[in-house]
């Protein structure tokens, strides 16, 4: 049997002394500013970890006292569909380049596909220190068993210590399948990423239940470690003005498989479905004419959020029934609410409340809305909206 | 209240309660509003086996009594009383099958009904004969191996869109009511038609038409009984299924006392919940504990018949009457309790005021169940000594 | 056809307990519903089987109280059910869940198609389809929102991608996981509900078929929680002040620490 073990990131730790108020064990010490455990009195019970509000101690079971060797650098997944990348990539390129840097590692991106010499170009401005190449034709289209096949082998190959790859449809279908391959850990959708240095450990976070729970997951004894990273989470890489980078070309005997693409459709049915939306931009009478659901439409493309209305602005005639919500309309409970210019009487609030974060814009100040509201700005949503769609853009880029 | 259900009966009640949280609640606005029959609902209580509660397994049911009924309209009811309507009325028309069919006739008809793939209704009411149903005039002559029916049907539940039609009519005119017969019809037999559908105060998702019958002929195979039988037929099917009317009465009173609590504790007035006035407490404290007595009396009379008693007219006519005037009183008061929200339609509770009312009219008016009771009751004290 | 839907019981509420000693989920306490998303991975088999004929076995790995889904399962219309229950099991990461049902799969050995639904409403992975079909040796198609038709040993289908679908075909035996576009899942039936009382359902300890021990529950698993944490709560009705200009930056900035962007 493995045992547990206690122990402080000093990096995180700020010596501000709640896990020694909260030890029961007086197992705890601060010196020169660090919790410091005293393992003879500790019992692991936890209280330390609950009380840590910098996420600086851990207790684990199986980490080993050495590092994993024979592993090194970090690896990121680049997906691309047609040719183009995917956003996703620059964004974990971006992280990647920061855990590198922590961890003192190199930092390799992995792109599969066919004909794929404009994307190295376009890739090599990102500080990478190399880049994996696999041309195939075998490749052209993204299908889990080839994918997995040459993805698994080069790790198998070149030993990275990390591994992340985007939380899309196809990171969340591909890197499930290597990584079972490998018979190693693999964590889905993580929202944030850091690393333990000394133990050289990837700290991978990410919600459960709905968001309802954080969870901190580490791989301590397989190789590589694995993520694949929400979208939109992390920061984008820093484009550099000179490309340079290492280039390795790789081809692997991809034997046949058995799913076959046929073809591809655009779906042009509709936008989001409401009752499924993670964001609605919510407009009501203080919208004022049918045209003015535009600026919400504006914001609601840049977050990539549903649009839905208060009674008000269905009877006016300004939006079709099925964007009511309430009392008389649908249901919904997205993690973000943004209701502009909705006063918020009882048969809204009974349609939205459960949102997980509310955000009222009104003129007036006494609104109902407010009083449910998890943020509120008192003011002219025709000058808010923009301007807060405008800041978006720039953060979220297009 | 803890009832003491069967494990089979518990089951039966979450089904129906499923089903109703699940595909009723959620469209029973619509429904109301557009007036337009619940076929999607009746689709789910098929598929959940609950349109062949009643029927006995030999012909693909389950063999259930009038109190396992009243489980699955009550729950229904919660939800909505139209379709809670549609369903009982369904087995209002086949129960004189089932009671007073021969062996060909119950083969014939309800393994079908047990499935769902065939829907019944009952036809008794006429124009001139609403309270007084002896006063019937759709007359049935005899004419070689057929009858044929002349006369019209009115407020038939299920009318037009049901398959099989269990019809009263007279076969011999000068016997009075002991000249009745009861008729199986089907939908799209030659010289039977409907009138158009009625515009209903509340239950506005059931069909409410008439039956009409021009030298409609039906073959001798589908009279129930024999000739003559048909008042009793009728009577006694009323009695079984009264109860039922009764559990969709305590159903809807019950969905209304649900949303007028959950309001009272939701709406804040004079800076604090209105279910913190004991104005609005005490209408609660009413409204609960009549539901309970109605859901009680309608449970034990229900059990009362399924236990195979002979007689219980009385009873039956009791758990109708208690419960419809106490659904009406309740759906009132849950408006009252809301205001001017529950007066509106966005909030389900005036649709449920609407519904209620029918159940104090229907399936004999609560003055012709007073009627019943008070009948049976000097009867009963005529034989004292 | 046979078909496997793998299904997992999951707490109906969001409360959630959490084992301060292995910080894997406390589920005893919480009341089981089938994770909603296998909702569709059952309803969808049971289309099939209506279709072609066959049997659909559900299958799951949990606590001895998962056998109330099993039968929840059977009262829908599923025809056999194994559990796998062990306490060597327990605290199982997606890895060590996705060896443990492919062995007991190779156990029940017939099978043309198994259905997952995409992902559970607890784990929100969306890990255990693809992963076991790899320790299958077989294919997978993951986000399938509709079947187009079934052979004997090919199926086609449409899988949802960001920007619309594409349609794959995937020999047989193969692995699909599903999405809510697919069906809309039925009511139990008071039949299958009677059923489900007294039928019985299979459970499958360590012993009962081919594993390695140290590849299952919490030793099997390679990733290991080391702390749960309450994301930040929100707090009441803040009202955001300043000029415009400074509302709109506070309020991209509290949509940046809840994650939303």
Redesign the interface.
Known sequence: MKTLDIWVIEEKCNGCQLCFKACPYNAIEIIKKKAVIKKENCNLCGACVNACRFEAIFIACKVPLEPVVGYEGIWVFVEQKNGKLAPVVYEIIGEGRRLAQKLGASLSAVLLGSKLEHLVDELKFYHLDRIYLVDDPALSVFMDEPYSFVLSNLIKKYKPEIFLGGATSIGRSLIPRVASILETGLTADCTSLDVDVAKRLLLQTRPAFGGNIMATIICPEKRPQMATVRPHVMKRAAKSSEGKCEIIKEKFAIPPFKTHYLDFIEDIMENVKLEDADIIVSGGRGLGKAENFIILQELADVLGAAIGASRAAVDAGWISYSHQIGQTGKTVSPKVYIACGISGAIQHLAGMQTSEIIIAINKDPDAPIFQSATYGIVGDLFEIIPKLTKKLKEILGN | MNYFLTEEQEMIKNLARKITDEKVIPIRQELDEKEEFPWEVLKVLSQSDLMGLFIPPEYGGFGFGCFEMCLVIEELSRGCGGVAVTFAANALGAYPIFLFGNEEQKKKYLPDVARGKKICAFGLTEAEAGSDAAAIRTSAIKQGNEYILNGTKQWITNGGEADIYTVIALTDKSKGIRGASAFILEKGMDGFSFGKKEKKMGIRCSATRELVFEDCRVPQENLIGREGMGFLIAMKTLDMTRPGIGAQSVGIAQGAFEEALKYSRERKQFGQSISSFQAIQHMLADMATQIEAARALVYAVARFIDSGAKEFSRESAMAKLFASDIAMNVTTNAVQIMGGYGYMRDYPVEKMMRDAKITQIYEGTNQIQRNIIALSLIKEASSWR | MEIIVCIKQVPES???K?N??T?TLVRESVKGIINPFDMYAIEEALRLKEKLGGKVTALSMGPPQAEESLREAISLGVDEAILLSDKSFAGA???AT?YTLAQAIKRISQFDLIICGKQT???????????????LG??????VRKINEVKTDSI?L?Q????????????LP?LITVVKEINEP??????G??RA?SVEILIWGVNDFNIEKEKVG?EG???????????QR???????QGD??S??????N???E????
């Open positions: 969001t409360e959630v959490i301060p000693q910080k990461d997606t890895l996705a409403m607890d784990g929100d992975t969306a890990q255990v389809g693809p992963s076991l079909a790899e320790k077989i294919p997978h198609v993951a986000y086609i449409e949802m991608v960001e920007e619309g679908y594409r349609r794959i075909k995937m020999s193969g039925r009511l139990p039936s008071l039949r509900k009677m009382k919490l698993s390679p990733t290991q929680v080391i702390k749960i944490f309450a994301p929100r707090k009441k009705g803040e009202i955001l415009i200009d509302q709109v930056e506070q309020l991209v509290k949509l940046k809840s994650r939303v962007i």
